[in-house]
């Protein structure tokens, strides 16, 4: 299991009855979680009212419910990083606060490698893998297929005043990509994939987990570069296990590197851990502790 308690303007207050309540730096929200399903010690909002809440329908989806005008966006940060959030569409605010745990792996990687280090994020989201890499000093390769997220993450790396630093953002399916620059040849010391469960490309390709995956990491590791650094690959699918993960890695990565897995898990304020998913990590070198 891995937490990282390093967040300046994010907690989760108190958890119960399925739904957990956060505060996002001034802003109190009260969002489903399907991992809690265990009783509220009492009422939720009696901890603290919260500024919006996301209430799930019967018939799939659902709506945010504003208890106050909210900005837009606002900003959070963790250590010198600044991201934008906000109250997306499926309960979402742009950002898991919980990768911050593999945010301080890959960033302690990339900088005890002591070179120049090229990362490909792909399902790369609002881009929190994006900013802690170049962060470190890596020149990153940040790949969805969604144009708004791919904006999103635009504005996040500004945020933290990297936009300056070696960063190309494409909008496209992240398979479609990958067979390309095998063609083309480029190589990279290091891959960070965050795929969905589900999910359509820019031209309606389907993506499913569960069938996908195994075949997308052979691909993948066409475009490792020979001296390659890590690979990381994250799930928030229910049911899929760290081993599984771990599994996946070691039969689809170069057999010289280490493999380790793990729960990728949220403090709360009431001394318990959160399970947020889980992650698996393939190394070159020593493996990662």
Same mark, same amino acid.
Do not use: M
């Given at each position: 299991m891995k937490i990282n308690d390093e967040w300046k303007d994010?907690? +989760? +207050?108190?958890?119960?009855?399925?739904?957990?309540?956060?505060?996002?730096?001034?802003v109190v929200l009260l969002r489903p979680d399907p991992q809690v399903i265990?009783?509220?010690?009492?009422?939720?909002?009696?901890f603290v009212?919260?500024?919006?809440r996301y209430i799930r329908s019967s018939s799939g989806g659902g709506h945010w419910e504003f208890e106050r005008?909210?900005?837009?966006?606002?900003? #959070?940060?963790?250590?010198?990083l600044r991201f934008n959030v906000r109250p997306m569409?499926?309960?979402?605010?742009?950002?898991f606060p919980e990768q911050a745990a593999n945010w301080a792996m890959m960033i302690d990687l990339i900088k005890q490698a002591d070179r120049? #280090?090229?990362?490909?994020?792909?399902?790369?989201?609002?881009?929190?893998?994006? #900013?802690?890499c170049l962060s470190a000093g890596a020149s990153v390769c940040? #790949?969805?297929?969604?144009k708004n997220m791919v904006e999103l993450a635009k504005e996040n790396v500004?945020?933290?005043?990297?936009a300056n630093r070696p960063v190309r953002y494409i909008v496209e399916d992240c398979r479609k990509f990958v067979l390309r620059e095998i063609r083309r040849g480029n190589r990279y010391d290091a891959i960070v994939l965050d795929p969905p469960s589900f999910g359509r490309g820019a031209s309606g390709e389907e993506w499913k987990l569960e069938r996908d995956i195994y075949d997308f990491l052979q691909l993948c590791r066409n475009v490792l570069s020979e001296n390659a650094l890590f690979v990381l690959l994250n799930s928030y699918t229910t049911g899929l296990q760290p081993t599984v993960l771990s599994n996946l890695l070691r039969l689809t990565m170069p057999p010289c590197g280490n493999v380790s897995a793990y729960e990728v898990c949220l403090p709360t304020d009431e001394g318990i851990a959160l399970p947020c998913g889980a992650s698996g990590l393939w190394t070159k070198g020593e493996k990662y502790e």
């Open positions: 994010y907690r +989760i +207050i108190a958890t119960g009855d399925g739904e957990k309540l956060e505060r996002w730096k001034d265990w009783r509220a010690q009492k009422p939720l909002a009696s009212k919260p500024d919006a005008k909210l900005p837009d966006s606002w900003v #959070v940060g963790w250590r010198d569409n499926f309960k979402h605010t742009g950002l120049p #280090v090229k990362v490909l994020n792909l399902f790369a989201y609002t881009g929190g893998a994006t #900013v802690a940040h #790949v969805d297929a969604a500004a945020l933290s005043d990297l």
